[in-house]
């Protein structure tokens, strides 16, 4: 697999939403997690990494990095101006009318008209409290419904790869052959396609689903591991094991009994 940390997005307090302001001084590593995320790019330029795929943007690009797609800023321009968006699954789906699908069947990248530009970075730059959560919330779930609107008027992500997206996310467990005849679509295509949009390989993405509804499984208080394990669709826990090994570098008891979980969380790696 592609080599990313597990960092659940930082949303303060009690919230379901936040948006922050990139922070030049530092970046975060290459990570995933499972809230759904958008990037507005308001100045200057920079180069994103996303699996194996390279992603330049430059002022007026959104950016969407969906549930378990990996996301890293390479480098950046010094008048680099960057507002992140993130939301719970759970306020995502409410937002957008009851429909989960509707955030993961558009493109990655778009290029915002300059008055879709000017309102959305209006709406980030709003004032207001940090403590008033109903407030965030509110003009996050405007800012959300508007930019998910604006994402659907893109057609850069291939039909196929949109319908494997909503595939996995609604069963993370099934096979590529029936994944292919859910979408219409012969296998080799279905593979093809989402490595070239997403930039990793479906096992991949699919690993990775597995590997945050286990450890949502954990958290929520599963009786042990292999209660979790299979719980996330994988056949056995020594699977579980051997891929989260080989994602995260430890072993499940180490990430949940010590302090790895913390530290991988809060991992920052210097701007170069």
């Known amino acids: 697999m592609d080599e990313a940390l597990y960092q659940p997005f930082p949303i303060a307090t009690n919230a379901r939403a936040q ?6 001084a530092t970046r975060r590593p290459r990570h995933f997690h499972p809230e759904p995320e958008l990037n507005l ?38 008048d680099f ?6 939301v719970t699954a759970d306020f ?40 008033d959560v109903a ?14 609107a604006l994402r659907r008027t893109g057609n850069t992500m291939h039909v196929v790869t949109r319908r494997t997206m909503v595939s996995l996310y609604q069963d993370p467990e099934l096979p590529r052959s029936e994944v292919a005849q859910l979408v219409r679509a ?9 490595r070239e949009d997403m930039g990793t390989t479906m096992c991949n993405f699919r ?20 209660a979790a394990a299979l719980g996330a669709g994988f056949g056995s826990y020594s699977q579980c094991h051997r891929i989260f090994q080989q994602t995260f570098g430890c072993s ?19 701007r170069d």
């Open 81 to 86: 101006d960057l507002f992140v968006i993130g």
């Open 186 to 194: 012969y296998p080799t295509e279905v593979s093809r396609t989402f």
């Open 19 to 24: 948006i922050w302001r990139h922070a030049p």
């Open 92 to 131: 995502s789906t409410r937002v957008l009318g009851g429909r989960p699908d509707v955030a993961c069947v558009g493109p990655i990248q778009i290029c915002l008209p300059a008055a879709a530009l000017a309102e959305l970075e209006a709406m980030c730059v709003a004032p207001g409290s940090a403590s």
């Open 252 to 270: 499940p008891r180490l990430f949940f009994e010590t302090s790895l979980r913390d530290e991988m969380r809060n991992a920052l790696a210097p």
């Open 207 to 226: 690993s990775r689903l597995r590997l945050m509804r286990f450890i949502q499984a954990v958290d929520r208080g599963a009786p042990n591991l292999l």
């Open 135 to 148: 407030a965030i919330e509110h003009r996050v779930g405007d800012f959300w419904k508007q930019a998910q």
């Open 41 to 78: 790019v308001t100045a200057g330029t920079a180069c994103f990494g996303m699996g194996e795929r390279i992603l330049p943007v430059t002022a007026g690009d959104l950016l969407w990095w969906p549930p378990g797609q990996d996301h890293v800023l390479l480098d950046a321009s010094p």
